[in-house]
């Protein structure tokens, strides 16, 4: 039995009657531009093979109903006209608040029947709320014939998350899970979401791009994303800018001398000199796979990391651990990757290496007494997309 056909099975048994198609939304792994997409900066995530998908048909007396073969629990059954933000839910938030997003944009959304299954990793920075969120929008713009583009799925992807989950995230997730293509990553604008598909193909050049799971989330974190929001909020103000992304790197350094004679908080230098020097990353890489010089990308990625580690302040010790022992493997580059406190690290690697390099990442946190982390190949893939 395929794993499609054991959604629509499960589907059939819940509701009683058959859905309408079955959609799928992928999550991403961001290969440069950390805490830019808030800033109107650049990033560069690709789409992953492991995807939520739904099973969805719809309804017309106003009811939402909810189920996920991933959660203990019955079906969640809420009223599509009373969904508010801030009202809990647990996952269920992130398909409601879609479907809230929706009709305050004025389409008539007149409920439906959800069953949904994924296998993107939850808690390991690689967007399986986006993907929710994306998948949901994806089918209710089907079914409903809304017409929409997936830029415009993904921003209001966004706003669920943002105004009715109540997390301040940036467009780069749900952009990512939809219109990412296969065999590319996506270099995002995030300031006018402008758009390139750069070709992504590491096997071409005997190379493999890792993702570590850590398997572990710190609660240092919780409210981490938001400081650091407002801390790049501030030294932009400071800076009389409308946000860091009209700050060119040429100018960084003097920019910084201004923050600091104006008495910015120590914190507020250090998310500026991260930003800004994050999207000239993001610049760099770009040009080096233009280039095809795919190898010459991996100190860039280490230098994403000491970034992030020691201006943003948002590693933790088993991401560093992933670096350190992939690097001191033999890896061409490695870097945490998504929010951080926990989450996923990416490691750049010769595909002969790819073995050996796991295996010291492995090693090393055995030796240190952490729980295994998951490693799995990113296989850039296709973005949010309907299978039946």
């Known amino acids: 039995m395929t794993d499609l056909t054991a959604l629509t099975d499960s589907f059939r048994a819940l509701y009683g009657t058959e859905p309408e198609g079955v959609w799928a939304a992928p999550g991403r792994v961001n290969l440069i531009g950390e805490y830019t997409d808030f800033n109107d900066g650049f990033v560069m995530p690709l789409a992953l093979p492991q995807t939520a998908r739904a099973a969805v048909a719809r309804r017309t007396d106003g009811q939402l109903r909810l189920h996920s073969t991933d959660v203990p629990g019955g079906v969640i059954q809420l009223d599509v006209a009373a969904l508010a933000p801030h009202q809990g839910h647990g996952w269920a938030a992130y398909p409601a608040g879609v479907v809230w997003a929706l009709r305050e944009a004025g389409h008539d959304i007149t409920g439906a029947d959800i069953q949904i299954t994924s296998d993107v990793p939850t808690g390991a920075g690689l967007s399986s709320s986006a993907a929710l969120e994306i998948v949901t929008a994806l089918a209710l ?162 230098a994403g990391h000491v970034s992030l580690r020691d201006d943003l302040r948002v590693s933790c010790a088993e991401l560093d651990l992933v670096v350190e022992s992939a690097t001191a493997a033999g890896a061409l580059g490695a870097r945490m990757t998504g929010g951080g406190f926990g989450g996923s690290a990416i490691v750049l690697v010769e595909e002969a290496d790819a073995d050996k390099v796991s295996g010291a990442v492995l090693a090393a946190f055995a030796a240190a007494g952490h729980t295994e982390p998951g490693i799995f190949p990113a296989v850039p893939s296709g973005g949010a997309r309907r299978l039946v």
């Open 141 to 302: 713009n089907d079914l409903f014939g809304l017409g929409l583009t997936p830029t415009d799925l993904a921003v209001l992807g966004r706003r669920a998350e943002n105004d009715f989950v109540g997390v301040p995230c940036g467009v780069m997730d749900q952009m990512a899970s939809a219109c990412c293509t296969e065999g590319h990553a996506l270099h995002l604008d995030t300031r006018d979401l402008g758009q390139r598909q750069v070709p992504f193909d590491l096997p071409s050049h005997g190379l493999r791009l890792l993702v570590v799971d850590t398997r572990v989330k710190h609660a240092l974190g919780d409210g981490a994303y938001a400081e650091r929001r407002a801390g790049c909020e501030e030294g932009a103000r400071l800076l009389s800018l409308k946000t860091l992304r009209e700050l060119p790197y040429e100018e960084l350094d003097a920019a910084l001398d201004r923050l600091a004679a104006a008495g910015a908080d120590e914190s507020v230098v250090r998310y500026v000199r991260h930003v800004v020097s994050d999207n000239a990353r993001v610049e760099q890489v770009i040009a080096l796979l233009d280039a095809g010089d795919v190898r010459a990308a991996g100190p860039v990625l280490d």
